[in-house]
């Protein structure tokens, strides 16, 4: 296997030179990007040189490109915007700026450029490199640079990241601050909803987005709102009367407000723009609702990056140098984007291309194929939208007469609640009676069950926890009463919300199967666990909040060190055996170490960290993080190693330690929580359907399953969301440490290594494959 592999020692950025600008309007986690690009560049043996203010930088040149070390990138993985400064450019835009350009690249050595912006920057690069050559040769006839320096110089290579709050670009599933741009708009949202509860307001929200509804549809879905607006999607006529209705029909279900989310390129069927103005006036006009108007404006754009964006643009810029030490003459541009869970290069212009034919199939009122353009990510996340805002009345629902039961097992995951609300609204739409469990199985064997209508999850997608309450009790222990609630109740399907103890909870009830009839239908579970240790998926439903959590304290506790001398802080992270939060966190928070139980270490190991920290710290870094996972070793404690550390940097630097503890598990669910949880839950109910009519027995009036896909887990595998039966994820699974035997987060590690300035081996197998130069995946990425 081993000489199958691609390893980062044998690529060599030896005698190259890498240029990274941002350009167009700033994004967080642009910093992250250029931190990446910086640091793997000098890892592999590059120059790499800041280009100041954007193509404007590069075409003064000057001071404006600059070499930068690798302490010159210390602290602003945190740091929202662009610190080397973005601009527009007109002079970039005529043949005279570009000459310029070229001659600036030149005269310092650059002839990769790595390109952080939207799709004009990007289609710019790439008029660039195609006029490349025939710039350098009117350098050389006007006398500017030798014959010489062209040949040495006669072909540049070009990398795009996209860094754009918009998500607006075709071909990946999130551009770089999209995720941080929806944790701002999130955060408003959830203040206003308590200032508008207490008043019976109405409140119309203007969000970003003068070309793609992107944010509004996410934002929409994250918190609720009773309407959205966005350009892919004009109201059909008439839309005023339905939208009032709406609304007063939920004022009179006791909803105490109502929110409208408005992209700021709302458009209706004849390309007229909607305003919050014309919102707020029609309201008022037809209902008489206090309503209030609020622009979030550039509030969007600011903040510090979420950890989803810092990890993204990460992963992106350590792909971009990969891309550009492999690009030879013939290499299209391309973009490194993302792709479900992985990370993709794409020809950049069949990008913009795709993202220029959306724009004209909305001029062209051709409104359903721009979503289809816009990618599934988009789609899936319209389609889960309407699925949940339009309820129907009685007498328009199936009635499908199948009981669905709804618990949630083991510890508490943020956005837990929101994957409740939405598997109780699907399931009523499909026609379902749904039944909500309090309290897990411990509950379920007590009785503890209720109907759900569509009002009782009202609200339910911000609130943290487990609404439903949750217990990690495990079915074996109360079978009889379990089996016996069930047919009391009538129970035609489970859908079980949880951890580990949910997995093992659904392999004992398939066991059961064969002593209990009432198990023998169709179950589905959706993984919730801060700790990401279940077999089968990548990710889940309350791990990001975790990281969040996580890397908003690092951040904190290293600013506490700032203006003290120097010091290393030591921080306990929770996760049972799985390290995925102190690798990832480690990550987003530019740890120097995270110990885990998954890579063994031994006191070699603390060693060599120690002395590289003290390495680092006669630099001008100062501050050192170092993460620990609860279970990485029994005898290396977090005591232990803060002791250790504290002895051997005596007279170098001093230590902290801090243990995060249960605030991990606790606060408001990110976006991308509420989001995955509404989305998968919403899937899982409709698989839940199909399988109740599949498994349907006509003749003895029953559901009867106990195949092995009768039972399956819902979860992210790279680029897609798949059903797998728990039976065969089984062999997966370390049941000893509750952890999947494999893990592709582990991947990760040496990455976080490089950055942090150690010697790693890293295999760069996974990046690299051509296949998207012939297929574009933009169209068939199933993404969450």
């Known amino acids: 296997m081993q000489d199958t592999k691609k390893f980062i020692e044998n690529l060599s950025g030896a005698g190259k030179s890498i240029g990274v600008l941002t350009s167009g309007g700033d994004a967080q986690g642009m910093n992250a990007a250029v931190r990446a690009v910086v640091r793997m560049g000098i890892y592999v043996g590059a120059k790499v040189f800041f280009i100041h203010e954007g193509y404007q930088g590069m075409v003064d040149g000057g001071d404006n490109i600059k070499e930068a070390s690798w302490e010159s990138v210390s602290s602003m993985l945190q740091v929202g915007g662009t610190v080397i400064g973005s601009a527009r450019c007109k002079d970039f835009r005529t043949h005279e700026g570009r000459l310029r350009a070229a001659l600036n690249l030149v005269q310092r050595g650059i002839t990769n450029l790595c390109v952080i912006g939207g799709d004009g920057s990007l289609t710019g690069a790439n008029l660039f490199r195609e006029e490349w050559s025939g710039l350098l040769d009117e350098l050389v006839q006007s006398g ?128 007229k723009p909607i305003t919050t103005e014309l919102i707020k006036d029609l309201v008022v006009r037809c209902l008489g609702f206090d309503t209030r108007v609020t622009i979030l404006g550039h509030v969007q754009r600011g903040g510090t990056p979420s950890a989803f964006d810092r990890i993204l643009a990460s992963r992106m810029g350590v792909e971009a140098v990969l891309a550009l030490l492999e690009a030879s003459p013939g290499t299209p541009a391309c973009v490194v984007s993302l792709c479900g869970n992985q990370a993709v290069r794409l020809p950049l212009m069949e990008c913009v291309q795709m993202t220029q034919e959306v724009q004209k199939a909305m001029d062209e009122k051709r409104f359903e194929e721009a979503v289809k353009l816009r990618g599934r990510s988009f789609e899936n996340n319209l389609n889960t939208y309407k699925l949940l805002s339009h309820r129907k009345m009685n007498a328009e629902l199936p009635r499908s007469s199948f009981n669905v039961a709804v618990l949630n097992v083991g510890a508490p995951a943020a956005g837990m609640n929101a994957a409740v609300r939405s598997a109780v609204r699907v399931g009523i739409t499909e026609g379902h009676t749904v039944f909500a469990v309090s309290d897990g199985f411990e509950g379920f064997s007590k009785g503890q069950i209720k109907e759900f209508k569509w009002g009782d999850v009202g609200g339910w997608t911000g609130q943290g926890g487990s609404l439903l309450g949750t217990k990690r009790t495990l079915p074996a222990k109360h079978i009889d009463k379990i089996a016996e609630q069930m047919r009391i109740h009538n129970i035609n399907a489970l859908l079980v919300i949880g951890g580990f103890e949910a997995f093992e909870s659904l392999l004992q009830l398939v066991d059961a199967r064969s002593r209990y009839e009432e198990f023998c239908v169709p179950m589905c579970m959706l993984p919730a666990t801060i700790s990401n240790n279940v077999s089968g998926t990548d990710l889940s439903i309350g791990a990001d909040t975790s990281l969040n959590a996580i890397v908003e304290t690092c951040d904190r506790i290293k600013q506490s060190a700032s203006g003290t001398k120097r010091r290393v802080f030591i921080i306990e992270t929770m996760g049972g055996y799985c390290g995925y939060l102190a690798t990832v966190g480690g990550l987003a928070s530019g740890a120097d170490a995270a110990y885990i ?41 977090t005591d232990f190693i803060y002791q250790l550390y504290s002895e051997e940097g005596k007279g170098v ?101 490089i950055l942090a300035k150690y010697k790693t081996s890293y295999d760069v197998s996974d990046s690299g494959q051509l296949e998207h130069i012939v297929r574009l995946r933009a169209k068939d990425n199933s993404a969450i």
């Not at 120690?610 to 609860?630: A, C, P, Y």
């Not at 991990?664 to 399988?691: C, E, L, V």
């Not at 106990?706 to 819902?714: G, V």
């Open 653 to 753: 630097f001093d230590c902290r330690k801090n243990v995060l503890g249960h605030m991990q598990q606790g606060g408001a669910p990110s976006p991308f929580d509420r989001n995955f949880g509404t989305k998968i839950a919403a899937k899982a109910m409709q698989w839940i359907s199909k399988k109740l009519k599949e498994f349907y027995r006509e003749g003895e009036g029953r559901v009867f399953a106990n195949t092995e896909d009768s039972a399956c887990l819902l979860g992210m595998r790279r680029r897609a969301l798949v059903f797998q039966p728990v039976i065969q994820l089984k062999d997966e699974t370390d049941f000893v440490h509750r952890i999947p035997k494999e893990q592709w987060w582990l991947r990760l590690r040496p990455l976080m290594k």
């Open 144 to 271: 500017q640079i030798s014959e010489e320096a062209a040949q040495t110089h006669s072909a540049l290579h070009i990398v795009g990241m996209v860094g754009s709050i918009d998500n607006d670009f075709c071909g990946t599933d999130m551009t770089i601050g999209t995720d941080s741009a929806l944790h701002r708009i999130i955060e408003v949202v959830d203040a206003i909803m308590t200032t508008a509860q207490s008043h019976q307001r109405t409140f119309v929200l203007e969000v970003m987005g003068r070309h793609c509804g992107y944010l509004a549809l996410v934002s929409a879905l994250a918190c609720g709102a009773d309407w959205v607006l966005i350009p892919e999607m004009p109201p059909k006529d008439g839309w005023e009367k339905q939208m009032c209705h709406k609304l007063s029909e939920n004022r009179a279900d006791k909803k105490r407000l109502n929110i409208i989310i408005v992209a700021e390129g709302a458009i209706d069927q004849n390309n």
């Open 597 to 637: 139980y998954e890579e063994p270490f031994d006191i070699r190991d603390l060693q060599s960290n120690v002395e590289h920290l003290t390495e680092k710290m006669k630099t001008s870094i100062q501050r050192g993080l170092v993460l620990r996972n609860e279970n990485s070793s029994e005898n290396y404690t």
